[in-house]
């Protein structure tokens, strides 16, 4: 491993700021409300004719603007005069023919009321003659432009307006970039200021449609290039010298006024200058007069012929060529091609491929600055700008920096949601949504870790350089088709009726998704064939206040049958399946205990890569497990809660989810050995591991449901894979010892340990959970858990990767009275415990069911569960809470660790215990998806070790209790006067009062 560079506070501080939050701060100056003034004629003309009203809303509508401005007509001087003084404008529009007074003069009377810009607009090019050039020079009118019936220049007109007000500011908050167009013509820049408009604003549109959502779409869009119209050479290279450093390109004529006098090549002489400071900047010439296109060329310009009626064409040229708005061709010094990149994940490709030669010569013309500008990504634009290639002795070192800068980008990129288009899709976008509607709350969890992930990318990047630390490639399908789908097939009266699960599901995968999610599903995964976990994200499910942690279903898909359309088939089938889950027994159990109306649920489909490598027929990680900020049951004097917890496994996170063996281990204090002896050790660690199956099987089982493609495998399978010499010692049986690493199965027994990570760091596993769980904890400021998978590096140069999979808060819920920690004797006691979790107060349960301890049969329990869901039916029908007390890991998938019920077989319990016995302790596992949801729901849980002295349990007086009920293995008592429960875990006490 690398040496890590020591952390700093700032590699980590964050403030929620949402992607590309400088956008917003774009554009503050806008003309909202303008003040057209003309003859009742010409009013009648503009709005009859024209239909000015609706082709405003068109253009605007079309170029996507959502800034309409609001026009108020006046249709003599002295009603505009009175109009100023009442209300506030924007913008003055006035007409030449207002009758009883000249408009330079109205322009003078209006600024007199309020300084604001005053733009004179001739019907027609036969009205300049009326105005005397010297005339409109130095009066109050601001700009002059012709409208010939086209509508588009009243747009024109407001944008060139709205870009003057704004670009100094926002060259400072967003580092904006500038077009330069020089041009005297009133006639020619009012035909062609709207042309340029509309082009800048659909190549910015095109662009920005590469990755982003449509709100952040509307946003980008305030960072296309301002446009600035210079009318003399003075005022050109006055522009020039404030905005070079700014400047994406130039438009100059080149017969235009120098020192008051109109000068042949006054844009020659203009551009000579430039290129003195500017060599690369893209200029283009535009001129009526063919002779001057060779001392443009020389120039290094563009030339356009103003005559020509390819002009609009060749405008499109220049955008696309020279300033960065298409495709990046690139080239030899030859002008042959060599390779193309239409967006900034070819460019990284490419900007690797291309041969030293063509990446000089376009690293020498600032083309690579050139085009991320273009693209909005200014930063890296200018800093890339300044880098030199006669700077660098290496070549190679240059290049290295540009691909690096790019690579910057991209992880940027990667912290926004894109909403799915066919054409802009890419296999590196990390979070697509697919279908309007909420992400659920799975799916904003991930949405908030793609958010930190990207927020913090300096920190990771510099705290853990040799691992690629990210969420799996994500789609999310919104809510809003999970309400068409239970719409169109009927079934929400379906679900209010008493079905059985397999009648749910069989019911839910009768119908019929829209032909359109199965195209695009297709699409997205038509080259794609690493196995797929389609998970729920309902709008409950890991909320702050009601998390739902694995009520509803994930499916494990194969996705390796070699036919798409079975594969594909699999995948719409999990996806009806995981809608069906909503409405399950256990789902509905779960939101009974919380007082939850199922109806109000609504369901999003979370659909990722399943983190991993093939071994032989089987898919599974290095690792994977889960983690929490706050350790409600510290073990050992060494260990606080907030030394924070987490528990690793190899294989797929359910053998932790589901409460199985699994390494637990303190982020924070990695090496501290929780472990007495070598064989509590070994009796606690992972005997098996899931896996997903590649097969080939074509339909989803309903009775195996989730397990339909899920393979628990034994250690000897991993053995063959190769999978445990990085995660597992050898136990040498005549030592009584473990060595470090396993390779052999000669030299002893493997121990999945992870101790060549936690002891020895030879990958940052501890380091990294810690800070993300710290990171996590300061975000959503309340404790947090974690799931996350990884694989380590095969070697050859490529990174170990670790993948976050969720991110959910984990509260205690702390009731509005404080509870006191009361010191009573302890035969007032009926339980004492320092591992507790919860913070509560509940004094009105009289009812206990309690596995026997003489007849706990760690062989028989499978048949437990269906006699404690007797029980607790007719304790939840009779309405009585009731304290649940037994060995072993509750809500277990191991049958040998615990009793394996789920939620809806213990619904009735308010207080749950896992209790040691003589011949029977397991180290109890807060890491299960079981134990997040029955804290969340304000149930305490406790747990009371053998041979503790502090902690006790007093069994003899439980049994002194007459039996209510008792079966083979549980015993239901009951007590005459309500029994005290006091849970309070941030100081480490609960007890149990007896009545009195």
């Not at 007409?95 to 005053?118: C, H, S, T, W, Y």
């Not at 890339?384 to 002795?393: D, L």
């Not at 992400?439 to 990207?454: I, M, N, Q």
Request: charge should be negative; hydrophobic fraction near 40%; aromatic fraction near 10%.
């Amino acid at each position: 491993m690398a040496t890590r560079d020591k952390n700093t506070t700032d590699d980590y501080k964050l403030e929620y700021r949402p992607k590309y939050q400088t956008y917003r701060y774009l554009m503050q100056n806008r003309i909202n409300e303008v003040l057209l003034v003309s003859s009742t004629y010409d009013s009648f003309i503009i709005e009859e004719d024209a239909r000015l009203s609706d082709q405003i809303f068109e253009e605007f509508h079309n170029l996507n603007l959502r800034t309409l401005p609001h026009i108020f007509r006046a249709s003599s001087v002295s009603q505009a005069l009175e109009l100023l003084k009442e209300r506030k404008f924007d913008l003055v529009i006035t007409m030449r023919r207002l009758g009883e007074i000249n408009p330079l003069l109205f322009a003078d009377q209006a600024k007199a009321i309020q300084d604001i810009p005053v733009v004179l607009l001739l019907n027609n090019s036969s009205e300049l003659q009326y105005l005397p050039a010297k005339a409109l020079e130095t009066s109050n009118i601001d700009y002059t432009f012709v409208w010939n019936g086209n509508s588009t220049v009243f747009v024109a007109i407001i944008k060139l307006l709205e870009d003057h007000l704004n670009v100094d500011a926002d060259i400072i908050t967003g580092d904006t970039r500038v077009i330069i167009v020089v041009e005297d013509s009133i006639r020619f820049y009012s035909l062609y200021l709207p042309v340029l408009y509309s082009e800048i604003m659909m190549q910015t549109q095109r662009l920005i449609s590469e990755g982003a959502n449509d709100y952040l779409s509307l946003l980008q869009m305030r960072s296309r290039p301002k446009i600035l119209l210079a009318s003399n050479y003075e005022e050109a290279w006055e522009m020039y010298q404030k905005y070079e450093d700014h400047l994406l390109g130039m438009i100059t004529d080149i017969r235009f006024p120098r020192n008051g006098q109109l000068e042949e090549d006054a844009g020659f002489d203009l551009v000579r200058k430039i290129r003195k400071q500017a060599p690369t900047l893209p200029i283009m010439f535009q001129s009526s007069d063919e002779k001057n296109r060779k001392e443009s060329e020389k120039l290094l310009g563009f030339f356009v012929n103003k005559t020509d009626h390819s002009l609009l064409q060749e405008l499109r040229t220049f955008l696309l060529n020279y300033l960065g708005f298409g495709c990046f061709t690139f080239r030899m010094l030859d002008d042959s091609t060599v390779g193309m990149a239409d967006n900034l994940f070819e460019l990284r490709d490419q900007l690797s491929r291309v041969p030293l030669e063509s990446f000089v010569y376009h690293a020498q013309n600032d083309h690579f600055s050139g085009w991320l500008a273009a693209r909005g990504e200014f930063a890296v634009a200018r800093q890339i700008k300044p880098q030199k290639e006669s700077e660098f002795e290496n070549k190679e070192d240059l290049r290295r920096l540009i691909i690096g800068s790019v690579d910057d980008i991209l992880h940027e990129r990667m912290g926004i949601i894109v909403d799915f288009d066919r054409q802009n899709y890419h296999l590196y976008s990390r979070f697509v949504r697919l279908r309007p509607g909420s992400l659920g709350g799975k799916g904003r969890g991930l949405a908030f870790l793609l958010f930190l992930r990207s927020s913090y990318n300096t920190g990771f990047r510099k705290e853990f350089p040799d691992v690629d630390i990210q969420i799996p490639r994500t789609v999310v399908i919104g809510t809003d088709q999970f309400d068409q789908f239970m719409r169109e097939n009927d079934l929400y009266d379906f679900v209010t009726t008493n079905h059985d699960d397999i009648e749910i599901k069989e019911r839910f995968l009768q119908g019929h998704l829209p032909m359109e999610l199965w195209d695009d599903l297709r699409f997205i995964y038509s080259d794609q064939t690493k196995p797929l976990a389609v998970r729920s994200s309902s709008i409950f499910e890991d909320s702050l206040f009601q998390p739902f942690a694995g009520v509803f279903s994930t499916y494990m898909l194969p996705n390796s049958h070699p036919e798409l359309e079975v594969r594909i088939n699999q995948l719409i089938s999990a996806i009806k399946l995981v809608y069906a889950s909503t409405y399950l027994k256990l789902a509905r159990s779960y939101a009974e205990t919380l007082g939850i109306s199922l109806g109000e649920s609504r369901m999003a489909v979370v659909i990722q890569e399943v983190v991993g490598q093939t071994h032989n027929e089987r898919y599974y990680p290095d690792f994977s497990g889960t983690a929490a900020s706050y350790n409600y049951y510290p073990l050992g004097k060494h260990l606080q809660p907030e030394d924070r917890i987490a528990f690793a496994a190899l294989g797929l996170g359910k053998t932790v989810v589901d409460g199985g063996l699994s390494r637990r281990f303190s982020p924070k204090r990695p090496k501290v050995n929780i472990f007495a002896r070598v064989e509590d050790e070994i009796g606690s660690s992972q005997s098996s591991f899931f896996a997903v199956r590649l097969s080939q099987e074509e339909h989803i089982n309903l009775e195996q449901g989730e397990y339909s493609f899920l393979e628990s495998c034994s250690l000897r399978d991993a053995i063959e894979d190769k999978t445990l010499g990085e995660v597992a010692d050898t136990y040498d049986s005549q030592g009584g010892r473990l060595t470090s690493g396993f390779w052999d199965e000669k030299a002893g027994a493997p121990v999945v340990t992870f101790n060549r990570q936690l002891k020895y760091n030879t990958f940052p596993l501890a380091a990294i959970i810690n800070r993300v769980l710290q990171l996590g904890e300061k975000a959503m400021g309340c404790p947090v858990e974690i799931e996350y998978a990884g694989n380590f590096s095969p070697g050859n140069g490529e990174m170990s990767t670790f993948r976050l999979l969720q991110l959910r808060p984990f509260l205690e819920h702390e009731e509005s009275m404080m509870i006191e920690d009361l010191d009573l004797p302890e035969d007032e006691l009926f339980v004492s415990t320092s591992v507790v979790s919860g913070y509560r107060s509940i004094p009105d349960i009289q009812d206990i069911i309690y596995v026997k301890p003489e007849d706990f049969d760690l062989t028989k329990t499978v048949e437990m569960v269906d006699e404690i869901m007797n029980l607790n039916r007719t304790l939840v029908e009779e309405g009585s809470p009731y304290i649940l007390i037994g060995p072993g890991r509750w809500g277990t998938c191991e049958r040998h660790l615990g009793i394996p019920v789920v939620w809806s077989d213990i619904n009735g319990a308010r207080v749950i215990m896992e209790v040691d016995l003589e011949d029977f302790q397991v180290d109890h596992s807060q890491g299960s998806h079981f134990f997040h949801n029955i804290s969340s729901a304000g149930i305490p849980y406790f747990y009371i070790k053998h041979n503790s002295r502090t902690d006790f349990l007093d069994w003899e007086w439980l049994e002194s209790l007459k039996p209510v009920q008792e079966g083979a293995y549980f015993r239901h008592v009951r007590t005459k006067k309500p029994l005290t429960v006091i849970a309070n875990g941030k100081k480490r006490s609960g007890k149990i009062i007896k009545p009195k």
